[in-house]
């Protein structure tokens, strides 16, 4: 198996990892913050928030010659969390299968397609996917404490 069909089947379990996490979680709930933190239902609207960025970003990587991307920062005044947990999850998850349509529709040149990264300097298309993988890792496990937390 290729690291791209690696990357891949991981991007594409991140949306049904965290809806079955939070399948029995309301939206009540959702919204709690007992450590004064984000709450799960801010987690599942970071993610969708950041995929249509993450998603353009991809696109300007395989369009243009070696493009300067910025750190995309948290930004918790994006989350409209007046939406429901399970519209919150069907958008990110809307938003994943695109990504996940784009990056299956290039050929093996584009995913060594350069970038120079604010933070981390010269990089390639592939090392952003693995980064976007990392992120939603990093989510995942924060949901798992913020829901023992919860209990």
Do not use: K
């Amino acid at each position: 198996m290729s690291r791209r069909s690696v990357l891949i089947e991981a991007l594409a379990a991140t949306p049904r990892d965290l809806e079955r996490m939070l399948r029995r979680v309301d939206d009540a709930t959702a919204r709690l913050r007992p450590d004064g933190e984000w709450c799960l239902a801010d987690v599942a609207a970071h993610l969708g928030f950041i995929e249509e960025r993450y998603l353009a970003r991809l696109h300007r990587i395989v369009e243009h010659d070696n493009p300067y991307e910025p750190y995309m920062h948290p930004d918790a005044s994006a989350h409209d969390l007046t939406r429901p947990l399970a519209e919150l999850l069907a958008d990110f998850a809307l938003r994943r299968s695109e990504t996940i349509a784009f990056l299956a529709s290039l050929g093996q040149r584009d995913w060594g397609r350069p970038l120079v990264h604010q933070t981390i300097g010269p990089t390639r298309l592939r090392d952003q996917v693995q980064a976007l993988v990392t992120h939603d890792n990093e989510h995942l496990e924060q949901v798992v404490a913020m829901r023992e937390r919860l209990e």
